[in-house]
């Protein structure tokens, strides 16, 4: 099971928000959130285990959207989808996978949000 540390994963993107690129039109840039080391049991994770649930995370944490995101009235008549700061879901393996000072991030399009989690912790893509 996947475990996130929150607390970190904010502190990481706010500090990290101010060297990271752009996004460009409807794009979305997120963060993978931190992902526990440790099985609840205590037990260490392989490291290839831990490199595999963030590659298939379905919670992104969003830091930076794009100035054209949720912007077309038509497609997205109740206003925007997400904003910075919040944790979406997302299909597993979505968008452009970038490493930026050794973290993960990923640009999405802004229709890729599927939904708005506050507390991500528990979340994990059904086997």
Same mark, same amino acid.
């Given at each position: 099971m996947t475990q996130i540390n929150i607390e970190e994963t904010r502190a990481v993107a706010k500090e990290k928000a101010k060297q990271l690129p752009e996004p460009k039109g409807y794009r979305i840039l997120c963060m993978v959130p931190?992902? !526990?080391?440790q099985f609840f049991g205590g037990i260490?994770? &392989? !490291? @290839?285990t831990v490199r595999v649930e963030e590659q298939t995370t379905l919670v992104l944490f969003v830091v930076k959207i794009g100035p054209e995101a949720y912007k077309d009235e038509k497609r997205f &008549? @109740?206003? &925007?989808?997400?904003k910075e700061g919040d944790f979406v879901v997302v299909r597993a393996y979505s968008g452009t996978r970038l490493m930026i000072h050794g973290r993960e991030f990923r640009l999405i399009n802004d229709d890729t949000v599927e939904a708005v989690v506050e507390n991500p912790i528990g979340i994990t893509r059904a086997g």
């Amino acid at each position: 099971m996947t475990q996130i540390n929150i607390e970190e994963t904010r502190a990481v993107a706010k500090e990290k928000a101010k060297q990271l690129p752009e996004p460009k039109g409807y794009r979305i840039l997120c963060m993978v959130p931190n992902v !526990e080391d440790q099985f609840f049991g205590g037990i260490y994770k &392989p !490291e @290839s285990t831990v490199r595999v649930e963030e590659q298939t995370t379905l919670v992104l944490f969003v830091v930076k959207i794009g100035p054209e995101a949720y912007k077309d009235e038509k497609r997205f &008549p @109740s206003g &925007p989808w997400c904003k910075e700061g919040d944790f979406v879901v997302v299909r597993a393996y979505s968008g452009t996978r970038l490493m930026i000072h050794g973290r993960e991030f990923r640009l999405i399009n802004d229709d890729t949000v599927e939904a708005v989690v506050e507390n991500p912790i528990g979340i994990t893509r059904a086997g």
